[in-house]
């Protein structure tokens, strides 16, 4: 059997008759930087004092390098695992330096005092997590992100193969946490540091770790690399939200914005909205109508234009056609089908050209009684030979059902729901 830096072999941890961690089973390589997600409650903490033996387990093993966690002493533990739990209470105004000094606790024999490499390490701990200027200063004078970092320093002092961190950015803004992941990272990556987070931020999960163990009500959902977790199907029932997963392009990871709790749904009262878009000019509109719990659709858009895939996101119908081809006739018919089924039209500012001229023709043949367009205005709209998008858009403003509005008058009318005057 691989000597794994951690497992947990059916693990069920239980208060009193409720088993809030149950059956739990992971194996953690040695050199792995592996997160632990899940809503709370979920059983994560749970998971780390288990290991601590704070709390007992009901049934099941754990393993730290292969050998029972039964079998440790609490010393030896410490020289192989450094835990940074979740809450760090301090009733003792300790300064920084003697926090990180403990650290060596686990290597000093009773009465033993500190040696000169004692201090050598705890100087390099407080230097490489930017602790050192702070350490005659009081663990209770510090800020949040200050004391987070006195605490990492304290378990990196112990020299682990293995850090166990319970969300270790809990509180922390955005600059410290990121601060603390990235060297947990380097530590990671430089010195094959194997660690064991409890993130509750799924993006900063995402962003560093190499997997992922997803828990629900003290069960492992599942366990998996970025992509396999986060992902819209694996997430959505954990987390009971709406969201979209989409790659950041600058992290080069995967991300999951929250868009709103299931329960509001959609408005039914709310008009029925159908958009003419394409190249990100919709992009406003289209999350504004979907968020304020408009029954939005759109079209006709070429796969792979940015309102595209924003649409996918959103999970707004939309009609579609294949990249870079000029809307055929099999399209352009279920795109007045689901135009004719709509209430209001918005027009965008998006340039017409002869590839998409279809979404403008069709309004002529749509049944227009009872229906209210509003148009963006463009100054270079129609790219079209005869400016055929621009009469049609004109013929209809002149009739009273189409009417020009400015971009932020248009948001004010959807997050009112005054696009259509109802009696
Ligand atoms: P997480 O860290 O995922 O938010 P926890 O492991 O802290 O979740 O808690 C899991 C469940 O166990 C929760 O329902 C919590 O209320 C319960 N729990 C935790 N500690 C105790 C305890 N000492 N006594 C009773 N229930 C507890
Ligand atoms: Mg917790």
Redesign the pocket.
Known sequence: MENYALSFENVT?A??E?E??RNFSCDIKKGEFVS?I????????????AILQS?RTKSGEIYLNGKNNKDYSSKQRAQYAAVVP?VFSTSFAFKAWDVVMMGRNPYLSRMQSETAEDVAIVEEAMRITNTLHLKDRKITSLSGGERQRVIIAGALAQKPKLLIL??PTNHLDIHHTLEILQLVKKLNVEEGLTVFA?L?DINMAARFSDRLIL?KN?VNVKTGTIEEIVNEETLKPVYMIDMVVKNNPLTQSLEMVALRKKTDEIKTDAAKVHVISGGGSGAVILEKLKRTGYRVTSGVLNLGDSDYDLCHFLEIPTVTEAPYNNISDEVHRKNVSVMNDSEVIIITDVPIGNGNLKNIEALNEINLEGKKIYVLPSENRDYTEGKKADRIIGELVEKGIAGYIRLNELVEKIEGYSLVERV
Do not use: A, C, R, Y
């Open positions: 941890v208060f009193g409720v809030v961690l632990v899940g809503p709370n409650g979920s059983g994560k903490s749970t998971m780390i004092n709390i979740q319970d969300e409890v509750h828990m003290g």
